[in-house]
């Protein structure tokens, strides 16, 4: 059935009563930005072997949509502005009341993150209320959300922690770059510090290939 953009496949069971209530007890929504990303097709089997009824909410050609542990669809258009994507999340937290929300791409987290932290014009407050308190228990603390995503801040911290971490630079001069692995050794990996599913990053042989890349990752948008 189609409502408010969402698609779903009908449960099976019956839709109301003690049924009802003990699913939305177990139920998890997987949210998904890449249709292409094949470590989601993973997912609802693992949820389903621990208990918790799986459904999707991400684009038309994600993988985990055509597992058989999958109980239902709702389209997320990852193409769409932000504000559009927001209010088809909070409407699937609304009509579902999941347990938990589950991530199923870096794409997806930093989705949620801004949903958490950004103003939601067009969803009524209790829901935008509810759906902020299920992020945090879904995804831990939000003081950790930034530094989760972004590779320098990572880096900075896993060093305050005292943990063992490779020598490295923050860098916009391909020059530095090149001075720095000379005196580190090749190979070398250069990273965008926002990124995510390897498309800023590189592995770099030697000098010619650092430059090649550092040119690329600091030419692209992060994606």
Do not use: N
């Not at 779903?8 to 007890?25: F, I």
């Not at 470590?39 to 459904?55: D, Q, S, W």
């Not at 579902?96 to 987290?109: E, H, K, T």
């Not at 000379?182 to 995510?196: C, E, M």
């Amino acid at each position: 059935m189609d409502e408010g953009g969402a698609r779903a496949a009908p449960d099976t069971g019956a839709a109301s009563g003690a049924g009802a209530a003990a699913r939305a007890l177990t139920r998890v929504v997987m949210v998904a930005t890449a249709a292409d990303w094949q470590g989601t097709a993973r997912i609802p089997a693992a949820l389903a072997a621990g208990g918790f009824e799986p459904v999707l909410l991400g684009p038309e050609g994600t993988y985990a949509r055509f597992s058989r542990h999958t109980k239902a669809h709702y389209l997320l258009d990852a193409r769409s502005p932000f504000g559009s994507q927001a209010t088809t999340i909070a409407t699937a937290f609304d009509r579902l009341q999941p347990r938990l929300l589950v991530p199923c791409d870096d794409g997806a987290f930093d989705l949620l993150r801004a949903i958490h932290a950004a103003p939601l014009p067009g969803v009524p407050g209790p829901v935008g209320d509810g759906l902020r308190r299920l992020i945090e228990l879904s995804l831990g603390d939000p003081a950790g959300y930034a530094v989760s995503v972004d590779k320098l801040q990572f880096a900075l911290r896993v060093r305050e922690l005292g943990l063992d971490a490779p020598a490295a630079i923050v860098t916009h001069d391909v020059a530095e770059a090149q001075a720095f692995a000379a005196g580190a050794g090749y190979p070398v990996v250069l990273k965008r510090s926002f990124s995510f599913g390897g498309r800023g990053v590189a592995v770099c042989a030697d000098a010619a290939e650092l430059a090649v890349h550092f040119a690329r990752l600091t030419a692209a948008p992060a994606a």
